[in-house]
């Protein structure tokens, strides 16, 4: 069935050479592989379908020293596939299994004595339209004490319930999202939506802004902060790379206090995302931090 849909699909998209490459991911996926990658260490909570392709996830979370005990895997399950194709670098996603592997997590995987103990917690994405998905996030952000990241990451499943975004946002210590998500979520500009997210209650809002870098915001002031140059080949992960900085910037300095201190943590991140851009694959392109220091020279990390 997948394959039949594989083979419509590619068939109908592809004008010329076509190029294969099977692939890990998923948001949250990317992330967490992200901060492990930069040193940090991560616990990941999601849900895969017993399968090949389940079990290879888990393992390339186990390889790049990713924390599996909140993962589940579901029984008779098919691990949800995403094929991605390509305009230039930009990636459009179309996903197939029902139901999705990722929106069936049970929420007593959350820990939440481990939870309290940990010093950030990130939350995204679209797999907060599956309601079992939403009730183990509830249950993990209710928790006091870590510093909260959330990325509505609407697209490219648009969707998400607005009003849930704000719930998360009013208590986020950071909300990071795209322009694409503010336009999807509300129709409108990265100001306008960072205006609405600040007022909603997040502490600092950064919405990514591809080649042009980020806007960071906190309080009634906001920054943009430029994007390297480079010569981008794959843009998958790029936000979740942008996250994986910040959270990574996060953990190493603390929380920041002030717009300043968030535009430097910024400024790492969308290097970060710049590396990522710049080969195919999105959780495989993650750079570790002396690949950072080898790329970008001037860059303080
Ligand atoms: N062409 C580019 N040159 C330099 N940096 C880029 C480029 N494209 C993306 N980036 C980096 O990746 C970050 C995230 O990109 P973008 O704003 O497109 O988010 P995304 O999550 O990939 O977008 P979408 O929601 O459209 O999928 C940017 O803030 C920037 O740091």
């Given at each position: 069935m997948i394959g039949e849909a594989l083979i419509d699909l590619l068939e109908s998209t592809s004008g010329g050479e076509l190029v294969y490459r099977p692939a890990v991911g998923g948001a949250p996926f990317n992330v967490a592989v992200g901060i492990a990658r930069l040193g940090a260490d991560v616990h990941f909570v999601g849900s895969f379908g017993d399968d090949p392709f389940g079990h290879r996830l888990l393992d390339f979370l186990d390889k790049s020293g990713v924390g599996t005990d909140?993962?589940?895997?579901?029984?008779?399950?098919?691990?949800?596939?995403?094929?991605?194709?390509?305009q230039g670098h930009e990636p459009t996603f179309r996903f197939y299994g029902s139901p999705p592997s990722y929106g069936l997590l049970d929420a007593a995987r959350v820990d939440v004595d481990r939870v309290a103990g940990a010093r950030l917690l990130y939350c995204g994405s679209m797999c907060l339209l599956a309601p079992p998905v939403l009730a183990a996030a509830r249950r993990a952000w209710a928790v006091p004490g870590p510093v909260r990241v959330f990325d509505p990451n609407v697209r490219p499943v648009v969707g998400l319930n607005p009003d849930v975004v704000e719930e998360f946002a009013a208590t986020a210590d950071l909300v990071k999202l795209s322009s694409a998500d503010a336009t999807a979520l509300w129709g409108e500009s990265p100001e306008a939506a960072t205006e609405r997210l600040l007022a909603a209650g997040a502490g600092a809002v950064v919405v990514t802004l591809g080649s042009q870098g980020a806007l960071v915001a906190k309080g009634s002031a906001s920054v943009l902060v430029p994007a390297p140059q480079i010569t981008p080949v794959d843009a998958t992960g790029a936000g979740d790379a942008t996250m994986a900085g910040l959270s990574w910037g996060i953990?190493?300095?603390?929380?920041?206090?002030?717009?300043?201190?968030?535009?430097?943590?910024?400024?790492?991140?969308?290097?970060?995302?710049?590396?990522?851009?710049?080969?195919?694959?999105?959780?495989?392109?993650?750079?570790t931090v002396a690949d950072l220091r080898a790329r970008f020279v001037d860059l303080a990390v």
């Open positions: 909140g993962a589940q895997t579901i029984p008779d399950v098919a691990t949800t596939l995403a094929v991605t194709t390509f953990l190493s300095q603390g929380k920041p206090a002030d717009l300043g201190e968030w535009a430097t943590l910024t400024r790492v991140a969308v290097h970060v995302a710049g590396y990522v851009c710049e080969s195919p694959g999105g959780a495989v392109a993650m750079p």
